[in-house]
């Protein structure tokens, strides 16, 4: 096959499927696994596909989300689900235990449910250090420019500064869960500050109701292997195979 012609069939698939994994086009295409990057970087720059970690997705602006609510209309989605989900996250945090809080409002309900005085707790949220200190839990803060729609600290400096630590658990948000896209969000700075915290955990967890299967941002901060998932619901059995998943319903 000619490589303008192979590249036009991944193209379709892409496009057909909306994401597609490096293995299920080898499969396609009977293709080698360095044959089919090649093609999805050189489409990728022609922007007629867009490439993600072991795979690609289609550049329809529909079906790669960019942007993301503010704070304040986040926190009254899927609360029941939230709920559950962070109630038996906080129940996983031991004494000794030196935790990780990643900002979002599934994060910030964690807190509602924590009880260890035994652990210490460092954060890049600043709703969520202030929570964290009312409860009188040992505290600290991550440094670095604030993100005012999401009410996060990133950057390079809060980057470096987690570069400092070494966290036995580490809690994470996410936009978007997807088998070739791994955990995405449309962020860079945040990617980056959330790739970073779960280099430096010993164990991640993401919290995310069953809203977020399936979805894909522009950013991807981890694969789908390098964290488990807490979520509400079972997803479907392929995201069960690339990770532990406990569901909660």
Excluded: W
Excluded at 45 to 65: M, P, Q, W, Y
Excluded at 108 to 121: E, R
Excluded at 125 to 137: D, Q, Y
């Amino acid at each position: 096959m000619l490589t303008e012609e192979r590249r036009n069939k991944i193209t379709d698939i892409v496009n057909e499927k909306k994401a597609v994994t490096v293995t299920e086009l080898m499969e396609a295409l009977d293709a080698s696994a360095a044959t089919i990057r090649r093609d999805l970087n050189a489409l990728d720059l022609e922007h007629r596909i867009c490439k993600v970690f072991g795979g690609a997705t289609a550049v329809n602006s529909g079906d790669v989300n960019t942007t993301e609510d503010e704070v304040a209309a986040k926190v009254l989605k899927n609360v029941q689900e939230k709920d559950l989900i962070s109630k038996y996250a906080a129940s996983l945090v031991q004494d000794n235990d030196f935790v990780y809080i990643d900002s979002g409002t599934t994060t910030l309900k964690l807190i509602n449910y924590l009880t260890n005085q035994k652990a210490k707790y460092i954060t890049n949220g600043i709703v969520h250090a202030k929570k964290l200190i009312e409860k009188h839990f040992d505290t600290m803060v991550i440094g670095g420019r604030v993100k005012s729609s999401t009410e996060a600290i990133i950057g390079p400096d809060c980057v470096d500064g987690i570069r400092k630590y070494h966290f036995t658990k580490a809690f994470m948000g996410t936009n978007g869960i997807s088998i070739p896209a791994g955990y995405t969000t449309p962020d860079v700075d945040e990617a980056l500050v959330k790739a970073e915290a779960i280099r430096h955990s010993y164990m991640t967890y993401i919290l995310a109701d069953h809203s977020k299967f399936g979805q894909v941002s522009s950013v991807t901060f981890a694969e789908i292997s390098a964290c488990c998932i807490i979520t509400d619901t079972h997803p479907e059995k392929a995201y069960m195979d690339q990770t532990v998943i406990k569901t909660l319903e």
